[in-house]
């Protein structure tokens, strides 16, 4: 009867370096013909992992830092490794950081130059930098909100449909230019200047004026009765000639010349009268004009016709 052949294998201690790498990575199990050359491969194997071309690195060694490994042009971080660039170094191509939950967590596309955020696309081929996230998810459990914990600097124009400011006050400054408002409607409107909108305030007086008046706010001034003056006063006993000033005073020095005929109304005993020039006055085509020669913050009225003992003129500045 024939003994099976016995097979003896002989293992030594390893106190020397690896072997010099021999190989490369394996997308299925390598055929290895003997033990030497799994020792051969698993030093390799071990070497790729600390440190590709030294051949001094001792297998006991913690990881060096790691290069690209020849033709499998990969390289591989442990937990405890940190990755430098310095100098002159980049990466070529698109860079992509996954998170736990988001595969685009960071996502560099070379092609298209943009830089993206939560996503590896933008809503548009202008914008070359892209936060994605969530409306509405501020104050929620919501992941998709941005927050930007210092000051915000904008050198260009800022677009936004909706802009929300919760904390403390919302102050929109325009010291050196112009604040206009546009809004979806100026389009269709008769607007002279629909790129602009309509200038907040045309000078400094403006402002002064309206807190002169008594308002702290311009919707304040409004809805006040879109009244800016009201002044009233009773003729005489003996009457009023026609041509002749009233004496009333009012300020129409915020109002632009061609607008006072219609932010000026005057009413005589309650009756609207018409406004017109000193040629319309005198063909009897108007009831009263304006006379600004004592200045325009002392306006009179100049009426057409006599007025009569007790007669009420009210003047009111829209």
Same mark, same amino acid.
């Given at each position: 009867?024939?003994?099976?052949?016995?097979?003896?294998?002989?293992?030594?201690?390893?106190?020397?370096?690896?072997?010099?790498?021999?190989?490369?990575?394996?997308?299925?199990?390598?055929?290895?013909?003997?033990?030497?050359?799994?020792?051969?491969?698993?030093?390799?194997?071990?070497?790729?992992?600390?440190?590709?071309?030294?051949?001094?690195?001792?297998?006991?060694?913690?990881?060096?830092?790691?290069?690209?490994?020849?033709?499998?042009?990969?390289?591989?971080?442990?937990?405890?490794?940190?990755?430098?660039?310095?100098?002159?170094?980049y990466f070529g191509g698109d860079l992509r950081v996954e998170?736990?939950?988001?595969?685009?967590?960071?996502?560099?596309?070379?092609?298209?130059?943009?830089?993206?955020? @939560?996503?590896?696309? !933008?809503? $548009?081929?202008?914008?070359? +930098?892209? *936060? %994605?996230?969530?409306? /509405?998810? #501020?104050?929620?459990?919501?992941?998709g909100t941005s927050v930007f914990g210092g000051d915000l600097v904008v050198s260009g124009?800022?677009?936004?449909?909706?802009?929300?400011?919760?904390?403390?006050?919302?102050?929109?400054?325009?010291?050196?230019?112009?604040?206009?408002?546009?809004?979806?409607?100026?389009?269709?409107?008769?607007?002279?200047?629909?790129?602009?909108?309509?200038?907040?305030?045309?000078?400094?007086?403006?402002?002064?004026?309206?807190?002169?008046?008594?308002?702290?706010?311009?919707?304040?001034?409004?809805?006040?009765?879109?009244?800016?003056?009201?002044?009233?006063?009773?003729?005489?006993?003996? @009457?009023?000639?026609? !041509?002749? $000033?009233?004496?009333?005073? +009012?300020? *129409? %020095?915020?109002?632009? /010349?061609? #607008?006072?005929?219609?932010?000026?109304?005057?009413?005589?005993?309650?009756?609207?009268?018409?406004?017109?020039?000193?040629?319309?006055?005198?063909?009897?085509?108007?009831?009263?004009?304006?006379?600004?020669?004592?200045?325009?913050?002392?306006?009179?009225?100049?009426?057409?016709?006599?007025?009569?003992?007790?007669?009420?003129?009210?003047?009111?500045?829209?």
């Open positions: 009867m024939s003994r099976p052949s016995r097979t003896q294998a002989r293992t030594h201690f390893i106190t020397g370096t690896l072997p010099v790498s021999s190989g490369s990575s394996f997308a299925t199990i390598p055929g290895l013909r003997d033990l030497q050359h799994v020792l051969d491969e698993m030093g390799s194997s071990i070497r790729r992992l600390n440190n590709f071309d030294d051949v001094s690195s001792n297998w006991w060694e913690a990881p060096a830092v790691f290069k690209p490994m020849g033709s499998e042009n990969k390289f591989v971080l442990l937990s405890n490794q940190t990755l430098h660039v310095s100098g002159a170094g998170s736990d939950n988001n595969t685009h967590a960071l996502f560099v596309d070379t092609s298209n130059d943009s830089v993206y955020f @939560g996503a590896n696309s !933008g809503a $548009g081929s202008d914008n070359n +930098f892209w *936060v %994605s996230g969530s409306t /509405g998810s #501020a104050k929620t459990t919501t992941v124009a800022l677009y936004s449909n909706t802009l929300a400011y919760e904390t403390n006050n919302l102050v929109i400054s325009a010291s050196t230019h112009g604040l206009y408002f546009i809004d979806g409607n100026i389009q269709s409107s008769t607007w002279t200047d629909k790129t602009k909108g309509i200038r907040l305030s045309n000078n400094a007086t403006e402002w002064s004026d309206m807190v002169g008046q008594g308002f702290t706010s311009i919707l304040g001034a409004v809805l006040s009765g879109r009244s800016y003056q009201k002044v009233s006063g009773t003729i005489g006993g003996g @009457g009023l000639a026609a !041509g002749t $000033g009233t004496g009333l005073s +009012f300020n *129409v %020095s915020i109002i632009s /010349g061609v #607008a006072r005929s219609k932010r000026v109304d005057v009413f005589l005993n309650g009756v609207l009268m018409i406004t017109g020039s000193s040629g319309e006055l005198a063909a009897s085509d108007a009831d009263y004009q304006l006379d600004v020669s004592g200045g325009e913050a002392a306006c009179d009225i100049i009426f057409g016709m006599d007025l009569d003992p007790d007669d009420i003129v009210t003047v009111k500045v829209q």
